[in-house]
């Protein structure tokens, strides 16, 4: 039973592994549309499509009677409450495998979604579909979460129906380990929303952001870049964190319960009635830190949130950039961003999604800073000097969107990607920026879509 902060400290510190043994997460949704009628997919076409992907050998996840997702081997496909797909990925040695696995699913939904006329979009935020118009679908918690989110934040339900994202999970081999790289990934918010800047289409019209979706998760219950994530948070301050903080939902049996007249402080002292007093599990504790929508978070392992979808073509930039600063360069990099001012950073995580580059950090552009962290990331991941079987390191994945090849080897498309981060360094534009140029010519829908 989880009753007092030493049980969570304990839980945190139970993530402890050596550096050898770092694994990596990688997370990212999509959006799906009929290719008929424009309409984001219903559940009776997720039903369809998931039926059709169990073909691949991925096996149903099922509540109530209802398909809500697939697992096979430690992967998972899962529903967001706007019926869009996530892929949870395995915990992997490197990007090479990471990217792998990222392009053996593209492969098999490209192959359900061509035969089911199904689009996909990525993108941090729906370009198209106005919010009364997305279904949802029969997953217990979403319910709940539709009635209680909007309490806390205007654009709650946008976060929930509208918005995609990709998420990195990466390990710490110690309390001072978890430290520096918190500080880090919280400090760089803002360069990472300028960099994946990805959503800046809305209800088909331009908006006046790059980055929408992070406009929407500053504006989310529950979401944010508290100000206590500077100030060399250990386990212990973290655990205070999520002490005080109020609880979303409490899973008893097969019933949802709501949290929102109760703080997890509550939960620990037996001081709720709806679930008779009992007091929360490991379990609990691990839902309740992942509805926490922080812009980063703490579980057994830190999860970086900040970035927009983007497409398949520049999908492992994002991973390979954190792990070569937390995994390949963390002192330098620490030593960098630790001389910045928190009041700074949050002004410059405010402003990012808006003003992108020309965002002021610490009296330079973040054009400048990303072309500072985008080297020091180069000079991590040649430290860890990690081989795929042509004898490149993981720095090829810092390169999108400057060309991409596709060769087919054995009926399967092999994406090679050479350079998408150092392209967007160059000519200083963004996703966001070639979305911008590519529809506002004939804001044709197809534009869009992935091709």
Request: charged share 25%.
């Amino acid at each position: 039973m989880i009753d007092t902060k030493d049980e969570i400290v304990k839980y945190f510190k139970s993530g402890f592994k050596e550096s050898k043994n770092f694994k990596i997460g990688i997370e990212h949704e999509k959006f799906l549309f009929d290719d008929k009628s424009n309409k984001r997919l219903d559940y009776l076409k997720i039903k369809k499509m998931f039926s059709a992907l169990i073909e691949f050998g991925w096996n149903p996840i099922v509540e109530q009677d209802n398909i809500i997702g697939l697992n096979k081997g430690g992967k998972n496909i899962t529903l967001e409450p706007g019926n869009q797909i996530e892929l949870s990925g395995d915990k992997l040695n490197n990007i090479h495998e990471g990217c792998a696995e990222s392009q053996d699913y593209l492969f098999e939904l490209r192959q359900v979604t061509k035969k089911l006329g199904i689009n996909i979009v990525s993108a941090g935020f729906d370009p198209i579909s106005k919010l009364k118009e997305i279904p949802n679908n029969p997953k217990q918690r979403y319910k709940l979460m539709t009635k209680d989110m909007p309490l806390g934040g205007s654009l709650s339900l946008d976060m929930m129906y509208r918005t995609c994202g990709t998420q990195i999970n990466l390990d710490y081999s110690s309390e001072e380990d978890f430290i520096k790289k918190f500080k880090i990934v919280n400090s760089v918010v803002p360069i990472s929303i300028a960099l994946f800047a990805n959503s800046s289409i809305v209800e088909k019209k331009q908006t006046r952001y790059l980055s929408y979706r992070s406009k929407v998760w500053q504006n989310t219950s529950r979401g944010g870049l508290p100000k206590i994530f500077f100030d060399n948070l250990d386990f212990e301050k973290y655990a205070d964190f999520i002490i005080n903080f109020p609880i979303l939902f409490i899973q008893d049996g097969l019933k949802y319960i709501s949290g929102k007249n109760y703080k997890f402080s509550n939960f620990m002292n037996g001081e709720i009635k709806e679930i008779n007093n009992r007091l929360p599990s490991q379990k609990d504790l691990s839902t309740h830190l992942s509805t926490i929508f922080t812009e980063n978070r703490l579980k057994k392992y830190i999860e970086v949130r900040s970035m927009d979808t983007c497409g398949w073509d520049c999908l492992c930039s994002g991973p390979a950039f954190f792990v070569g600063i937390l995994y390949g360069n963390l002192n330098e990099v620490y030593e960098l961003v630790s001389k910045w001012d928190k009041d700074k950073i949050i002004n410059a995580y405010l402003e990012a999604p808006h003003k992108g580059f020309n965002t002021q950090l610490m009296g330079k552009d973040l054009y400048y800073w990303s072309s500072i962290l985008l080297n020091l990331a180069r000079k991590g991941l040649e430290n860890r000097d990690i081989l795929n079987k042509k004898g490149n390191n993981e720095t090829v994945f810092l390169n999108h969107l400057q060309k991409r090849d596709i060769l087919n080897k054995g009926g399967r498309n092999e994406i090679i990607f050479l350079s998408h981060l150092q392209k967007i360094i160059n000519n200083r534009t963004t996703n966001a920026d070639h979305m911008i140029s590519k529809f506002s010519k004939n804001e044709d829908l197809n534009e869009l879509y992935d091709k």
